[in-house]
C-alpha cells in the first residue's frame, strides 16, 4: 500500500508541474510536509477543469458525473484505482476537509457544462466554487486541525483565491471568449472591452489581494513563504495586464516569463529571510 500511495502522489506532483510552472515553484517553497497534499489537492482540482474545458470528443457532463462519484466512493472507501482521485483522499481524510467544500467546487465545474455568461449573484457563486473554496482547502492543511486558526484565517485565504482567479480570468479573456463562448466578468460585453473597464475590473482584483496579503503574514511558518510567493508571482501578473493596453488582452494571453518568476522568488526568499513580509 505504501508504493502504491507513492505512485499516487507521484501523479498529482507529475500533474501540477506539467500544468503549470507557478504553482509548482509555490508549492515547493512551502515546508516539505505540506507539498503532498498541496500537490494532491491540485491534481484534484486540475482534473476536473480538465474535463469541463478540454475533453470536447466525449460527453463531458458525463465523465464530470462518474469523476464526482468516483470521488465520493474514494474518499468513503480510503482508496480509489484513479491515482490522483487515491491521493486526493488520503488528503482530505487526513486534514478532514469538509465534503461540502468539494461539492461548491464540482458544482461550479458543472456550471462551465452550460452557462457562457454570469450575473453578478452567478458571477460570486462562480468564484466561491471555482477559487474560494480550494483556498479553505489548502487552509486545511496549512493549519493542520487548529479550528481556530483556520476561522481566523477562513476570509483571507477566500479573497486570495478569488484573487488568484480573477487574474487568470482577465489573461484568458481570449482564449476562454473565442475557445470556449464564456464571459466570466459579469456585464461585460467584450466588443467595448477598453481601458475604464479592465480598471474597474483590476481594482476589485487588487482590494482581494489586499484581504489576502493579511492572511498570509498569519500563516504558520512553514505554510508563509510558499504562498506568499504565489501572491507575489500573481501580483506581478496584476501589474503586467495593467500595464498591457485592453486590446491586446483580447489576444493573447498574457505571461510572466521564466526567468522573471525565478527573480521573482529570489527577490520573496530575501524578504522572507529578512523578516521584511507584512
Do not use: W
Request: aromatic residues 14%; hydrophobic residues 35%.
Amino acid at each position: 500500500m505504501q508504493l502504491y500511495d507513492s505512485v499516487s502522489i507521484r501523479c498529482s506532483r507529475l500533474t501540477t508541474q506539467r500544468y503549470s510552472t507557478s504553482f509548482t515553484l509555490g508549492i515547493k517553497s512551502l515546508a516539505k510536509r505540506y507539498r503532498d497534499p498541496i500537490y494532491a489537492i491540485y491534481g484534484f482540482v486540475r482534473f476536473a477543469d480538465e474535463i469541463v474545458d478540454t475533453f470536447k470528443r466525449t460527453d463531458s457532463a458525463e465523465l464530470l458525473s462518474e469523476f464526482r462519484n468516483d470521488t465520493y466512493k474514494a474518499f468513503n472507501r480510503g482508496i480509489s484505482l484513479n491515482p490522483i482521485l487515491h491521493s486526493f483522499q488520503a488528503c482530505v481524510n487526513t486534514y478532514k476537509i469538509e465534503r461540502e467544500l468539494i461539492d461548491t467546487f464540482l458544482t461550479s465545474m458543472e456550471m462551465d457544462l452550460s452557462e457562457t455568461s454570469y450575473d453578478q449573484l452567478g458571477y460570486e457563486k462562480y468564484i466561491l466554487g471555482s477559487a474560494e473554496v480550494v483556498g479553505l482547502m489548502c487552509l486545511r492543511v496549512f493549519c493542520g486541525g487548529d479550528e481556530a486558526e483556520y476561522q481566523k484565517l477562513k476570509t483571507p485565504a477566500m479573497r486570495l483565491g478569488s484573487a488568484f482567479q480573477k487574474i487568470n480570468f482577465l489573461r484568458d479573456l481570449n482564449a476562454d471568449y473565442f475557445g470556449l463562448g464564456r464571459v466570466y466578468f459579469p456585464g461585460i460585453e467584450l466588443t467595448n472591452f477598453d481601458e475604464s473597464t479592465k480598471e474597474a475590473i483590476l481594482e476589485d482584483i487588487r482590494k482581494d489581494f489586499d484581504d489576502g496579503f493579511k492572511g498570509i503574514v498569519q500563516l504558520p511558518k512553514g505554510a508563509r513563504f510558499g504562498v506568499y510567493v504565489a501572491y507575489v508571482y500573481y501580483y506581478a501578473l496584476l501589474n503586467k495586464i495593467s500595464g498591457t493596453p485592453s486590446a491586446r488582452i483580447l489576444e493573447e494571453r498574457i505571461r510572466i516569463p521564466d526567468g522573471r518568476k525565478y527573480a521573482l522568488i529570489l527577490k520573496s526568499y530575501l524578504r522572507h529571510q529578512l523578516n521584511l513580509i507584512g
